[in-house]
Each structure stands twice: as C-alpha cells, then as structure tokens.
C-alpha cells in the first residue's frame, strides 16, 4: 500500500477513508492504517473524483486572456496562425507544461489535448516529455494525421499517458479525408476527436448512414444539435463534450448540453481555450447548471453537474473505466477541497461543490496515487516561474 486519505467527506456525505496501492483505490470506507502507508488527513476536506477535461488545447497556456473579445477568424488567425507557427520542440514543451500546471492547480486531474503543435515528430515528444514530467493524465489528441507513423507510435503508448486522434472532420474538411482519419483512430484503438455543428445541413446522417460514428468518435460544440442529431448521437454512443464558456464567449452559439441530455446522452465539459476563458472546470459546471435549470423549467440538481466534469468526461475521452469515480479498481486520481467544512455531513456537498467553489480552494490533487498538489501548492511545478518562462509566446502571437 502506498497512500492513505483519512477521513474525507465524498460528494454523497459519506465519511470514508480511501486506501491507494500502486496508483489503484483498493478501499473505500473504513481503512486501518498500516504503518507503511503514507497518510493524509483529510478531516474536513470534501473528496471528489478529479475533474476530467474533456476538450482543451493546452499549448495554448501562454497566450491565457489575449483574446478576450476574439472572434472565430481572428482565433484562426492570430492563434491558429502567427502562434502557432512560432512554436518550436522547445516551445511546444514550454507551454505545455505551463498548460498541465494550470490543470493541476484548479483539480484537474485528467485533460484530453486536442494538440495542434504535434506537427512533427519533435514537436510530438516534447508535449510527451511535459506531461511526464507533469504528473498529469493526458490522452494526447494526435493533431497531424496525416503523420501516420507518429500517430501509430504515439498509439502504442499505455499508462498515464496516453493516445487520441484530432481531426478537422467532416464540417470543416474534405469527406473522404475524414473518413480515412476516422478508420485509422478505429483501428489503432484512438478516440478520433473532432469540432461539429450539428445542424439541418449536418453531414451526421451521412456519417451515420456510412458506420462511422459510435463510441470510437467524440464530437465537441455541435451547438446546433438538432432532437434528431442528439437521438442519433446518444443512441449510436457518441461522446459530446461541451464548452459552455467559450462557445457563449465567442459566440458559437447555446451549449447542446441539456438538448443531448433530452435524448439520453450525457455530454462532457472542456474548458477548450484560455486565450478567453478561465483554465478550470468549476465556471463551466456552473454554466451549465444555469443553463439546463432554464432549459428545463426546474431546480435541476446542482450536484448532479459535477457527473460532468467528472465520469461522463471521463467516459467521453475513453477513460470512463479508467477515472471518473471514486470506486475500488479505478485509478486514484482524486482531489480534496476546502471551504466547506460547515457543511459536512449534510446532503448538500456536491451542489456547493458545484455552485461555490474555485481553485482557490483546491487543497490536494493526487494523480495515480502520486500527490501533485499538497495543502494548496503545486509539488514540483512553479507555475509563477512558468508563466514568466512563456511570456515571450504571448507577446509574439499579438
């Protein structure tokens, strides 16, 4: 046994101690305590699953609030453009281990990286080479599939770190190109990811109609999902993950999130781009839950937001037996939080999660058993310094 939380409120109320031996939850209730274990004391502290970030583009860390007014054509311009082309091997590692440190910090224990700095194989091991040493979990959304032998090595990876696909897809690329991307990720075992509409005019019927779409495929936005297009997407097991703060930000249009959730599906939040948004999961919860109250006419439960950013994310990017749950067998990746002591013991924790909480108040995360985040600070990671290490990225990009 490697690691002990002792006496943490979960989500539900329940008092439980969580007993962690190589990166695994072996227990959870009551645990005594062996005296080769590590032991934290989380008397007061609320444990919850750690948040699982199903759309984020990390590399862009360094360029958090140059865009606040941004639209779509200035983003394809000035980020996806003059940014992006400035990123280097060692850029590319910079701002992802600034990206992964801003990740941890507000709790997030797992993101899935739809990187468009993959554009060589260099650029490639660099990300790879952050996220080692940033403890976090990463599903690393390969940006260059025409790349195929890196996709394929990049594919072979197992652990903590692991493989994905990113795609432009069938809205904003060629069909057949789509089609050949979308079988590779199927073969090599990948969620393909990709930005959708949704919509009349959608090609989702086409896809349907073609096999390929299930749970191998993950679609982000899709803000004019249809009734028909969520049927189709719930019903085919399509992971949805939603950005409710960017989409509204720069004007994407309303989040699909309670139009999937009418269909039966359960989508997944992102925090997509900092270059206009907070680099945490908590504003988007909150969002949503505003939202799907008013979608729904009731006083939906706030702590039923929190499936969102934990296990239906997790399920979204392929990891929904891996992380996402507090349950022996998972992957100890948890997080305990502060500021709620006053309510503990009550039935009330996973909705002030949701609706009165941020980073500040992020006390522990612990990422496959090893702790990253201990009493409010980043183990290993300076994220002050690293701000200042990439500033120059920022500047060059406006």
């Keep these: 046994m490697d690691l002990l939380i002792r006496g943490g409120q979960l989500a539900s109320g329940d008092r439980a101690d969580i007993l962690i031996d190589d990166g695994e ?68 590692y910079d701002a992802t281990l600034l990206g992964a440190a801003e990740a941890l910090n507000a ?46 090595r990049v594919a072979a990876l197992r652990g903590r770190v692991t493989a994905g696909l990113a795609i432009l897809g069938t809205d904003y690329g060629p069909w057949d190109e789509a089609v050949r991307q979308i079988e590779l990720g199927r073969q090599l075992g990948l969620v393909v990811s990709m930005h959708a509409s949704g919509g009349h005019n959608s090609p989702l019927r086409r896809m349907n109609e073609a096999g390929l779409l299930g749970p191998h495929l993950q679609l982000v936005h899709v803000n004019n999902m249809t009734d028909d297009d969520a049927k189709l997407l719930a019903d085919n097991g399509v992971g949805v993950i939603v950005t409710p703060i960017v989409e509204a930000t720069m004007g994407h249009g309303a989040s699909c999130f309670s139009r999937f959730a009418d269909a039966g599906g359960r989508a997944g939040l992102g925090t ?109 990671l300076d994220l002050a310094q690293l701000r200042r290490s990439t500033a120059e990225l920022a500047r060059q990009a406006r």
Excluded: C
Excluded at 298 to 314: E, H, N, Q, R
Excluded at 338 to 361: K, N, Q, R, S
């Design 107 to 152: 709790g997030i224990t797992t993101v899935f990286d739809w990187n468009n700095a993959t554009r060589t194989p260099g650029h490639t091991d660099a990300v790879l080479d952050a996220y080692t040493r940033a403890g976090i979990r990463a599903v690393v959304a390969h940006g260059n599939p025409d790349d195929e032998r890196d996709v394929r």
């Design 25 to 92: 939850i072996i227990a959870v209730g009551s645990v005594p305590v062996a005296e080769t274990v590590e032991v934290i004391d989380a008397d007061g502290l609320v444990v919850v699953p750690g948040f699982v970030d199903g759309h984020r583009h990390v590399w862009q860390a360094p360029l958090r609030g140059i865009g606040p007014d941004m639209t779509l054509p200035a983003y394809l311009t000035v980020v996806l453009g003059r940014a992006l082309s400035s990123y280097g091997p060692q850029q590319a």
């Design 272 to 380: 997509d781009v900092v270059v206009n948004a907070p680099a945490d999961l908590f504003e988007p919860m909150r969002d949503t839950l505003r939202s799907h109250r008013a979608h729904t006419g009731t006083m939906y439960p706030a702590g039923s937001i929190l499936a969102a950013a934990t296990v239906d994310s997790a399920s979204a990017i392929g990891l929904g037996d891996v992380v996402g749950t507090i349950a022996v067998g998972r992957r100890a990746d948890l997080v305990l939080l502060d500021g709620l002591t006053h309510l503990l013991g009550t039935g009330e924790l996973a909705g002030a999660v949701v609706t009165a909480l941020g980073p500040a108040d992020v006390h522990t995360v612990v990422v496959d058993g090893r702790v990253v985040k201990r009493d409010g600070h980043l183990v290993g």
